[in-house]
């Protein structure tokens, strides 16, 4: 099954109304890392990021509808082969519907702030007008 119609437009991404409670926990509960992205970055950028968003059978860290864009921050608990994996695939679905997935880890996001930040203004200068 196509995730795109054949014009080139994008489907409705799914929205799992049965993650909303988690997601809200998340919100949160976020981690240190979460919260300085959020508190010190995209908060302040001009599109609109939503924290915590239900898509499809996941809770995507951050979404930017505008740029089609996910971004993930993980934690030392994805670093082992299964989550390694779960992670790929999860990639990939999210991919199937037209998004873009860039990951950063924990340390990236305390220790390389800056460097974290060009990068996703750098994508995001990629995927909008």
């Known amino acids: 099954m196509k995730n795109k119609q054949a014009s080139g437009t994008r489907t409705h991404l799914p929205y799992n109304t049965r993650l909303k409670e988690r997601a809200r926990e998340l919100r949160t509960n976020a981690t240190p890392a979460e919260r300085k ?13 939503h924290r915590q968003k239900p898509l499809a059978h996941y809770i995507v860290d951050f979404y930017c509808s505008a740029a089609q864009l996910v971004i993930e921050i993980d934690g030392d608990s994805h670093y082992n082969e299964s989550s390694i994996e779960y992670d790929r695939r999860r990639t990939q679905v999210l991919e199937s519907y037209g998004l873009h997935v860039i990951r950063f880890t924990n340390l990236d996001v305390l220790k390389n702030f800056g460097g ?13 007008p």
Do not use: G
């Open 37 to 49: 992205l959020w508190y010190e970055f995209l908060r302040f950028c001009p599109m609109q990021w």
């Open 116 to 128: 974290v930040c060009s990068k996703i203004t750098e994508v995001l200068n990629e995927r909008t």
